[in-house]
Structures are given as structure tokens and as C-alpha cells.
């Protein structure tokens, strides 16, 4: 399976090349970073990148696009979860969203099956691992054989669709919210890069300790945008405390990272985007864990299990996208808002910008 390096780099220059026959324009970059995003999540899973065109990727695009929408955030389920024996219009949505996403995940589960005996001990794509892990549950009698039902296997495949494509797409998108409202952090990015790489070097993982403003700024974008406010809703599982304060057991924990990233005792002005707040006095990045009240991917056990991986993407995206363009306020088109729509995560409101080419020099 190709490195996940490899997998951003070659949607990046697809995304460029895209991104190329639109500039002057006044563009809505969604569509364009949802794309991205999608087919890495797709390469990851089924081992397989579309090209854009393809009838079956743009079935999947419109089942996640569906899927947003069915979790707009005025549903009245959120309120009385009793509503949602009765018909509902979301529910409706998410599960046609569902029955167009379902048959492909099942297509590729079943073409894995086929030539699993002989490559079983390769480490490919998730839907791979996952059939490895079934049959090896199997040949010890482990208990996780129960679990990887084949509706099971298509929920966890499903899962990290969803998981893994509108959280990756809503940080991008923030992101060039905060370039095209702060050009002055936009040319600083794009100077680090340039000083550091140079205009015709490739950037790739290595470089990652080598742009501190730019991960900076990629930080700064997480906190400021928090698109999981809420994290996911957990319970608890005995009686125990937080702080000193007792919660019994099986009550709802939900953790408040956004009220976590504006807290003015743990920020200095939380309300302002400024990057360097994650740097020491050398320019350099402060250590993980130096902000404790930074938690984009959640906390403790549940933490997001794709940490690592989203990282990796947001670093090669963003850098790749400020390398080769500057992203300002379109002609005819207000500044896009710094205030986040609810939803499924806490996105930016619809917006176009301009993109223009960075020059050569
Ligand atoms: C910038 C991108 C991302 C952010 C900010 C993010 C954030 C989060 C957060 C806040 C949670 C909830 C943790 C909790 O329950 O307390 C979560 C869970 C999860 N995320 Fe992510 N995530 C991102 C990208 C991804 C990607 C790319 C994938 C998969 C490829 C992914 C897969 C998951 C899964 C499967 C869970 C559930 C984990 C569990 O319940 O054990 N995430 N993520």
C-alpha cells in the first residue's frame, strides 16, 4: 500500500492542477478540498483512488454531502430523541445517504474477500486489516469473531468515511478562512516555505519540524475553529469524579473543547488568531502537551484514532496549497466570516475567495 505520504502527495497535485484552471476566479474552495480529502480517505480503506469523474466516486461525494445535511444542527431529534420514531425528513436524508454509500462499501468488502488467502499477511488498505483481524479471530477463537459480523465490517468501513472526510474538510476550509482574513500570516507562512525549501523542492513529512510558523498557524486554525465543540458524547461506566466533582455512573459526559480553546485563563486573548502563540521565543514550536487546554482530537481513551494521520494530511495540504497560491478576498464578495456554522462539525459559513498564482521569483 503506498505511504499516506505518497496518497497526499499525488491528490495535492491533482488538487493543484484543479485548482490552476480556476484562478482569478472567485471560487468556493469546498468542493475542491472535499474532493481531496474523500479520495485519500478512499485510497486509505479500499485501496483504491478514483479519479474524479468516476460515477461511483461522485456517488460516494453526494452520500457524504448528504450526510452533512442530515445533521444540520435545528433538528428537533437533538431536543426530544423520541421524535425520531416518527418521520422525519433528516433521518430520511441520512439514510438515503446511507443506501448510496452502502452498496460501494459492500462492492469493495466483497472484492477484498476474493484475493484475501493470498496477500492475507500484507499490510494493505483498512478493509484488508479489517478481514485479517476477522481471520485471525477466527483461528484463535478470540472473541472478536462475534463483533466483525459483515454489518459490522461495513459500519466501521462507513464510520471512517465519515469520520475521516468532513473533520480533515472543515479544517482546510477554516484554514483558508484565516489565510484570506490575515494576509499578514498568509505571506509569513509562504516566506518560512520559501526560506526553508525553496520554490522548487517538494514539500514532504521531513519538512515538518522545519516550518514552525506554518504548523503554528495550522495549530492556531484548530483551536480557534474547534469544529468538534463537543467532542462525541460519552458515559460514564462506574461512579467517579472529575475535579472534585462526583458523576455517577452511566451519566452523559460531554467534553466543551471550545469553551477549553477560548478560556481566558488558559489563553492570553483567546478570541484573536495569532500563531505565534504556539512558538517560544526562538520562533520554535512548543512541545506537545506545553498547551494543555489544546485538545482538538479529544482526550483519554476515545481519542481520535486518526491523530496522527489528519495531521500529516492538514501539514502537506496546507503547505502545498500556500506554496503555490495566494488566497485573497474575492472581487464582489464580502471577507468570509470567522463565525462557525453548527452541524455535524462547526464549519465556515459558504464563502468564495480569489486565487491567485504565486509568482516566480
Ligand atoms: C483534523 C481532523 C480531525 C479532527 C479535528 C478530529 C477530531 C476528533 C474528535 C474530537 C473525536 C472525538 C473523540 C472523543 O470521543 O472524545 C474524534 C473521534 C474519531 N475520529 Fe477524528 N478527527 C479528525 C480526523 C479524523 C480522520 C482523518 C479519521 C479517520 C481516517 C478520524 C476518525 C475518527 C474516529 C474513528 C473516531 C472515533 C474514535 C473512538 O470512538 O474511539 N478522525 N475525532
Not at 481531496?36 to 461525494?61: P, R
Not at 422525519?88 to 436524508?93: A, C, E, L, M, V
Not at 479544517?171 to 483558508?176: A, P, Y
Request: with cysteine; hydrophobic share 40%.
Amino acid at each position: 500500500m503506498k505511504t499516506i505520504e505518497n496518497l497526499v502527495t499525488s491528490q495535492n497535485y491533482d488538487l493543484h492542477t484543479r485548482l490552476d484552471s480556476l484562478v482569478g476566479r472567485a471560487v468556493d474552495m469546498h468542493r475542491e478540498l472535499g474532493l481531496t480529502v474523500l479520495n485519500v480517505v478512499c485510497a486509505m480503506i479500499f485501496g483504491h483512488q478514483y479519479s474524479i469523474n468516476d460515477a461511483e466516486f461522485q456517488q460516494l461525494e453526494k452520500s457524504t454531502t448528504l450526510f452533512v445535511r442530515g445533521f444540520e444542527y435545528d433538528s428537533f431529534i437533538d431536543v426530544f430523541p423520541i421524535l425520531r420514531y416518527l418521520p422525519n425528513r433528516r433521518i430520511k436524508t441520512l439514510m438515503y445517504a446511507l443506501s448510496l454509500r452502502n452498496p460501494i462499501v459492500k462492492k469493495h468488502l466483497e472484492n477484498h474477500r476474493k484475493d484475501f488467502t493470498e496477500s492475507r499477511h500484507e499490510n494493505k488498505d483498512l478493509c484488508h486489516n479489517l478481514l485479517r483481524a476477522l481471520a485471525d479471530s477466527i483461528a484463535d477463537g478470540s472473541v472478536q469473531k462475534d463483533y466483525l459480523t459483515d454489518d459490522c465490517l461495513v459500519a466501521i468501513l462507513d464510520d471512517m468515511i465519515g469520520a475521516g472526510s468532513e473533520t480533515t474538510l472543515t479544517v482546510l476550509r477554516w484554514s483558508v478562512v484565516y489565510l484570506v482574513n490575515h494576509p499578514e500570516v498568509q505571506e509569513k507562512c509562504y516566506e518560512e516555505i520559501i526560506n526553508v525549501i525553496g520554490e522548487n523542492q517538494m514539500i514532504t513529512l521531513e519538512h515538518r519540524g522545519s516550518l514552525p510558523y506554518c504548523e503554528a498557524f495550522i495549530h492556531e486554525t484548530m483551536r480557534m475553529s474547534s469544529i468538534a465543540p463537543m467532542a462525541v458524547p460519552h458515559k460514564t461506566t462506574c461512579n467517579t469524579s472529575i475535579g472534585g466533582y462526583a458523576i455517577k455512573k452511566n451519566t452523559q459526559v460531554i467534553f466543551n473543547l471550545y469553551a477549553l480553546h477560548r478560556n481566558p485563563v488558559e489563553w492570553s486573548q483567546p478570541f484573536t488568531f495569532d500563531p505565534s502563540r504556539f512558538l517560544d521565543n526562538n520562533g520554535k514550536l512548543h512541545p506537545p502537551g506545553y498547551h494543555r487546554a489544546y485538545l482538538p482530537f479529544s482526550a483519554g481513551r476515545r481519542i481520535c484514532l486518526a491523530e496522527s494521520l489528519a495531521k500529516m494530511e492538514l501539514f502537506l495540504v496546507i503547505t502545498g496549497l500556500i506554496k503555490k497560491y495566494r488566497f485573497v478576498q474575492a472581487d464582489n464578495e464580502p471577507l468570509p466570516s470567522m463565525i462557525g456554522v453548527p452541524g455535524l462539525f462547526l464549519g465556515p459559513k459558504a464563502h468564495k475567495v480569489k486565487i491567485e498564482k504565486r509568482p516566480c521569483r
